[in-house]
């Protein structure tokens, strides 16, 4: 069964350094998701893409955070400087959109889990 | 945006007992509302959803009711086994052509055997 691939699983980092996330969505998935959980708390969207456009990225802190789906594959989540605050799981997930076609679910990856000291 | 609330928090039942986790939401332009399983380590699963031309859908031992006009809806897990606790997360489809879910902050069930 196809899975949201993502990497690293788990990354400590101390604050100020740069940490970078990778996934890689379901093939032929043409909306991909960036989500922060913080712990104890439900999934917030910081970016959407479809195919390699940003559709929205108005939840992500822009001074310190950037996303990229060059190729409309993969995307990488990138986090420079780092902050105590940023201490969370960062999901990605993906869905299959034809047009204006609506399929329904989400699928997620395992999640990166950074831990920033 | 979207804001949608989930209660309760925390929820125990005995096993075979019933479950039910309430949501509401504020987008009365939202449309599609789906349920998603976490359990410990693991990603969120979709276990059920329904659409608004729709006030109820039923899999089996879950269930999920929506009333548009109050905005909310809510699962209903009857018979519960021990391998239904997790959390989990209902949802709201807003943001009218833009497939996007706002999430509630989470349900965590425990089923006590």
């Known amino acids: 069964e196809a899975e949201v691939a993502q990497s690293p699983r788990y990354k400590i980092t101390e604050k100020s350094q740069a940490v970078a996330f990778w996934c890689d969505p379901i093939s032929g998935h043409a909306t991909l998701y960036w989500y922060r959980q913080i712990l104890g708390q439900g999934p917030e969207l910081l970016v959407q893409?479809?195919?390699?456009?940003?559709?929205?990225d108005s939840q992500l802190p822009k001074d310190r955070f950037s996303a990229e789906r060059l190729k409309g594959v993969d995307s990488t989540l990138k986090i420079q400087p780092a902050e105590l605050g940023d201490s969370a799981m960062y999901l990605c997930?993906?869905?299959?959109?034809?047009?204006?076609?609506?399929?329904?679910?989400?699928?997620f990856g395992e999640g990166s889990r950074l831990t920033v000291l | 945006g979207e804001n949608v609330e989930q209660h309760p928090s925390t929820l125990s039942v005995q096993e075979g007992d019933s479950a039910v986790i309430k949501c509401t939401y504020s987008?009365?332009?939202?449309?599609?509302f789906p349920w998603y399983k976490q359990e410990l380590g693991k990603r969120p699963q979709l276990i059920i959803d329904i659409r608004s031309n729709v006030g109820e859908k039923k899999d089996q031992r879950i269930a999920v009711t929506l009333n548009k006009t109050a905005k909310h809806f809510s699962l209903h897990i009857t018979e519960t086994q021990p391998e239904d606790s997790a959390v989990y997360f209902c949802a709201a489809k807003s943001g009218a052509g833009s497939y996007q879910l706002t999430f509630g902050k989470g349900t965590k069930l425990s089923v006590i055997p």
């Open positions: 987008d009365s332009a939202s449309n599609y």
């Open positions: 893409f479809q195919d390699e456009s940003v559709v929205d």
């Open positions: 997930a993906s869905s299959f959109r034809r047009g204006q076609e609506l399929t329904g679910e989400l699928f």
